[in-house]
Each structure stands twice: as C-alpha cells, then as structure tokens.
C-alpha cells in the first residue's frame, strides 16, 4: 500500500477540521462474492477489505469486469454476499435500504412521474410523518440545489439525459442516507455534461457531507470528487491493489485541483496502476 | 405548459390525421407542398374506396346476372319456353318469388340501409307512444306493487346495435375485471405463473361456441325457476371468457418484466408491497395491459356476433342470424349492411383504445 503523504497539507486540513472524521462509516470485511457456473465456482471478489470513514469521499477505480458494481451492489444489499460481513455504523446490513442512497448508472427515474413526484417517493418513504407540505419543500429544495428549479412538473420521460441523472442524484440526496453509493453515475453522459454534474455533485455533498462511495472509469473524475481513491486489481478473485489518498483541501474547484502541484503526481499514480 | 386541444391535435392523435387533412383543405391553409401529402393521404384512400365499390357493383352484376340466367334455363329445360319468357319477365319486374338471391349490389345495401333507418324511426315512435300511453297505468302498478308493464315489441336495427355494444362492453368490463388482477398476481409471482401456465395455455385456444356452452350449461342451473330473461348474461359472460386471454398474457408479461432498475429502486427505497405495486409495477406495465385490452376488446367484438346468434340475444349476431333465415326480398342486402356496422363499430372501438393508450401510456413512441 503506497500513500502519499504530504505533511504541510494534512496539517492544514485537519486545523481546518475539514478532514474526515476517525469514525468508521462503512466496513467491509473478508467480502466475497461467489458465481456458480456449470463449470464450477466463479470467484468475483475475494478478502476484500476495506473501512471508510464517515464523511469521506471514497472513489473505486479498476478495469472493467473487475467486480466494482457487484461490489457496491452488495453494499447495496441488492446483491448477496457469498462471504464475509458488510456493516454500516458496526451494525450489519440485511438487505437493502434508505439508510444506503443509491444513484446507478441509468438514471432509473420512474418515467411516468414527474421530476417531483421521483424524488418525493423517496421522501414520503423516509420522512413518513412529515406533512405533505413539509416533504414537498423537502423535494423541491433538492431539485433546487441540482438545477431543476423549473422542471419540478416536468416527466421524467421528457428531460434529457443530464437532467434525469440530476433527478437521480435529488432523489438520492433528499431521503438523507447515511452511505451514498454510486454507480458509474455519468458514464453515459457526454464529457461537458459530465463535467457540470461533478460540479453539482460535489457542491451539494459539500454541505451534506454524506459519506460516499463512488465507481468511475474516469481517471480525473476520481481525483477531483474523492477523499481517497481505491484501486482494484482485475478480477477473477480481484480485491483491492492500491490506495492512494487525494489530500487537496475542500471545498475544491476544477480549476485549483488541475492547477495543483500534485494533481500530475496523482494522475500518474492512478495510469500506472491501471496500465499494469 | 398546458397546450390548446385543436382538432387537428385530437385527431391526429387518434390516428385520424385524414379529418384534419380535408379540414385544411376547406379552409385553405393547405401549402403547395402539402399538396403531394394532400394526394398520399386523402384523394388515394378515397379512390381506394370508390374501385372497392366499383369491383363490388361489377361483382354484383355478374353474380345476379349467373343466377338469373340460370333461372331461366332451368325454367326453360323443366317446363319449356313459355315458363322461361315468364320467368324472364318476372326476374325484370324484381318480384321477390322469383327474384335471384345472391351478392347484393352497393345500390341495395344503401337502400337497405336507409329502410332499416326508417324502420327504426317507425318503432321508436311506437315505443315512445306505447311509453305516453302506458305512463298513468305504470305509475299506479308501481303503486300498488305490481311490475309495470313494459314495451315488448319487435326492436329496430338501432336497438339491436346498442344491444351488442352493451354486450360486448359488459363482458369486455369481466375481461378486465378478471384478467388485469389475474395477471398482477401471475406476473408477481413465479409460483402462480407455472401453476396458471396450463390452465392458460389450454384454455385460450378454445372456440367461442364451446364457451358458450360451457356458460349455457352454468347459467342455465343458476338461474334456474327465475323466469329472467338470461341471454344477455350468458352472452355477455362467454363473450368475457372468450377474450381475457389476450390481457391475462399481456398483464403477466407485463408485470413480470418490469425494469429492473425500477425494483432497484423500490428496494432500495424500501417500497412496500402496495406501493411497489402501484407506483412502480402497474404504471411500468400499463403500455403493455392496454395492449391487451385493446386485443381484448376487438376480440371480444368479434366473437359477439356468434355468440349472440347461439345465445339468441337481440343484438347484430341475432340480426345477422334472422335475417339470413328470413330470405326476404332485402335480406342479404340487410346482412351486408349489418357487416358494414360491425366493421365500422370494431375499427372505431380499436381507435377509442388506442387513444386511450397513448394517453395513459408514459412512452409515446411504442404505440401504434
């Protein structure tokens, strides 16, 4: 495990009380996750551990096919667990639930409702005896802070690509969970739109500060919206080959984290990894 | 955002862009190259139209033409030239003894159309005058607790549309009341599907006369010592029996293949059944329950006609029935016109679903 540490900053940070606190989050522990085919067992995942602390931004790079998803669809508790413990606040997960907010791929938005009504059938579900107006304001501050102050009424069906991950991420934001896990969340959204929703993304995690797990294929996406990023080995039987922690101080900008002094250090680190 | 409803909107979304097409027309707001579409959509259809009517008249004439001639020479061969000239003669004053019955012409079936119509006015003035005289008498039997006394003449054409569309809407309604919940918890659940499978896979191909008698045979029993009249139920249930197959498939189809992002994220949002249900599994799968109904009812319409015939029940089939047996001068020109309606009334029920479908359905593009 190689970790770059750069003494002056951390510092700083940590006078800042901008760095993560020590409590473990989320903890994976011996995971394992096992596919039996026709032809015998097929190891995805094997002794992977891994903690992540509470508010920190942790991102999971590694080549395809190499277990990501399966893993975080497994903190998920949409996906079993062949092997090992996953818990969440020292308590072990059962299944799937609100307290672990998930923006997938596709923006999975109900097509039939509108921009409002997918983000309040998360919210009716956690904030039961709220009042309707109370969950409504609930909804439409969230679709604010995402940009769709205007499309409250709009159908899912009827936005663009962009627009529906942004919903997504509203929805997942609003029923305030403790782990935010996501999903390769604008891989299928072209570079400019991308772009905006990591600005979005990480201004709005920015006040809410909910721990997060998040997959990427993209190299500079991974260091500009993480705290650490864990890089996995290919799989079959793929667990965790590197970590490498990200210490640029928060709240960043695209421009201060390309300016950076180390922002090439980290870059390098990453491609070599992933290029062996 | 709400967008003014023009006729041209409504109609285009029922699939009737043609109305609006002639519309402009009229009102001159046809640009020069909309003609060529004006061409493609409009003066083809109708040229269609009147080569259909001009094969059929053509047809018509030579059918009627065969038959009389063969009239004449079997009068010819049997009783000599005589019975033949009278027969020639009779056959040209188109008395009804010796008239040929065959194909009608399209000159015929709008007569027939338009006696039918009368007709119809005929009996309705009858009614509404058996209703006036009758009105003080029923008060006073309902009064005293007897049954009031009620019309129980022939009915009219008009009388016997409404009949079948009652029919075919009452059994359309048990289709969907049986199917559409039939199908949910088919769709939900693997068990119930392998379970259901054979009985679904047996019964669907079944004729709509076995049915009938299937429904006959219950009914019968049922309602045995009441004095009801029960060919509208029998004919209404066997109609809903026959055509549910068609939305049971589809509902299940539907329902057991909801997007799984959409159960990802009722799991994730821990949805309860009864939401997961209705605001997740039902709205996923409306386009492809309508589908079904829409199946379902043009099914149901079709099946309607034999089954009113075997059930007896005063509706088109019946008409159809009667008039066939009849062999009046006009028959086979009234069975026509009888086809005529039963086509019309199907396509325009068909429209009426498929709005109904792009209405409800949140993908504009898969309807048809």
Known sequence: ?276 | MKQSITLGRVTKFMGLGIFSTIKDLFTGKLEKEDFKNFLRKTIVPLASILLFIGLWHMGAKALYNKEADFKIEKALNDQGQEAADAMKVCIASGDVSCKPNTLPSPAQVWDSYKSLLRDHNIIAADKAAFKDKTAALNEKRVAEGLDAITYTGRPSFVDQIFRSLKTVFAGFLLALLIAVPLGIFIGLSPTLKSSFNWFIQIFKPVSPVVWYLLVFMIVKTLLIGSNEDSSFTISFISVGLCSMWATLVNTAMGVSSVDKDYINVAKVLKLGPFQKIFKVVLPSSLPLIFTGLKITLSVAWMVLIAIELLAQSPGLGLFVWEEFQNGANDSNAKIIVAMFVIGVIGFLLDRIMLTIQNWVSFDKTDAI
């Open chain 1, 1 to 276: 495990m190689s970790t770059i540490v750069d003494t002056n900053n951390t510092k700083v940070i940590a006078d800042n009380g901008l760095f993560p606190s020590n409590e473990v989050m989320l903890d994976l522990k011996n995971l394992k996750k096992v596919y039996p085919t026709p032809k015998g067992d097929y190891v995805v995942l094997e002794d992977l551990n891994l903690q992540i602390k509470k508010e920190e931004f942790v991102t999971i790079i590694g080549h395809s096919g190499c277990g990501k998803t399966t893993m975080l669809s497994m903190i998920a508790g949409l996906n079993p667990i062949s092997g090992g413990h996953i818990s969440v606040l020292g308590k072990q997960i059962k299944g799937p639930g609100p307290d672990r907010g998930v923006i997938f791929q596709a923006p999975s938005l109900m097509p039939w409702m509108t921009a409002l009504q997918n983000v309040l059938l998360g919210v009716n579900q956690v904030f039961p005896h709220g009042t309707k107006s109370q969950r409504n304001d609930i909804a439409k501050y969230y679709l604010q802070k995402v940009g769709l102050e205007d499309a409250f009424n709009k159908r899912a069906s009827d936005l663009s690509q962009g627009m529906q991950q942004r919903v997504g991420i509203a929805r997942a934001f609003a029923i305030k969970p403790k782990v935010l896990l996501l999903d390769e969340p604008f891989g299928m959204l072209d570079s400019l739109t991308r772009g905006e929703l990591q600005d979005i993304l990480i201004e709005i995690w920015n006040k809410e500060k909910i721990t997060a797990v998040m997959i990427t294929h993209d190299v500079d996406e991974a260091i500009f919206l993480a705290d650490r990023v864990v890089m996995m080995t290919s799989g079959p039987k793929a667990k965790i080959g590197d970590i490498l922690d990200i210490n640029f101080e928060r709240p960043r900008t695209r421009k201060a984290v390309l300016e950076h002094n180390d922002y090439y250090k980290y870059r390098k680190h990453l491609i070599d990894f992933l290029e062996h």
